[in-house]
T-cell receptor, first 116, second 118 residues
């Protein structure tokens, strides 16, 4: 079975704080992809990053960074020096070879509120 | 380039009524997906079209839900008759082939349709 768990339902921080959103996944697939999507108040899901199971290198994009650890089945997302515009719901997702890479398995999302 | 569009943005209906949701994918995307998020829980896969064919409908909850994609362009998702537990946000996404040139093609999502069944 495939499952994605985002244990943090809501996080509230003050602007300029660093914040880490946790994501733990379960899969029997040996080949899979992991994703993070952002859902701003406008509602659409905005793609942030994709990582395949063979690439455990961490990635940094501006204030965003992602830490993929296969040993703990985690794909955590850190926002450095958070800003009010980062306020959104963030979803972690998994897509595996068993689903033809077409079916995204999402976590329940973490609502991040960044206060001025 | 226009993104994925969904109509309506919000629908409020009474239990037992019928509702039809529409999704227009990004032009040229053969793959179209429907997902649903119920009551703040995880977003769940409903089904996947490749052009006009249903590739995977394993996530459809029951036979009150009917999805179509005639002509392989836009898609509709009909709920008939609607029940209270059908309330939620219905997302549509589209993508090119899963892989192009060895690279994974991500799914682009629309803004969703918020369905409220009273």
């Amino acid at each position: 079975a495939q499952k994605v768990t985002q244990a943090q339902t809501e996080i509230s921080v003050v602007e300029k704080e660093d914040v880490t959103l946790d994501c733990v996944y379960e899969t029997r697939d040996t080949t899979y992809y992991l994703f993070w999507y952002k859902q701003p108040p406008s509602g659409e899901l905005v793609f942030l990053i994709r990582r395949n199971s063979f690439d455990e290198q961490n990635e940094i994009s501006g204030r965003y960074s992602w830490n993929f650890q296969k040993s703990t089945s985690s794909f955590n997302f850190t926002i450095t020096a958070s800003q009010v515009v980062d306020s959104a719901v963030y979803f972690c997702a998994l897509s595996g070879i068993s689903g033809g890479y077409n079916k995204l398995i999402f976590g329940a999302g973490t609502r991040l509120a960044v206060h001025p | 380039e226009a993104g994925v569009t969904q109509f309506p943005s919000h629908s409020v209906i009474e239990k037992g009524q019928t509702v039809t949701l529409r999704c227009d994918p990004i032009s040229g995307h053969d793959n179209l997906y429907w997902y649903r998020r119920v009551m703040g829980k995880e977003i769940k896969f409903l089904l996947h079209f490749v052009k006009e064919s249903k590739q995977d409908e394993s996530g459809m909850p029951n036979n009150r839900f009917l999805a179509e994609r005639t002509g392989g362009t836009y898609s509709t998702l009909k709920v008939q008759p609607a029940e209270l537990e059908d309330s939620g946000v219905y997302f549509c996404a589209s993508s090119q082939d899963s892989f192009t040139g060895g690279n994974y093609n991500e799914q682009f999502f629309g803004p969703g349709t918020r369905l409220t069944v009273l």
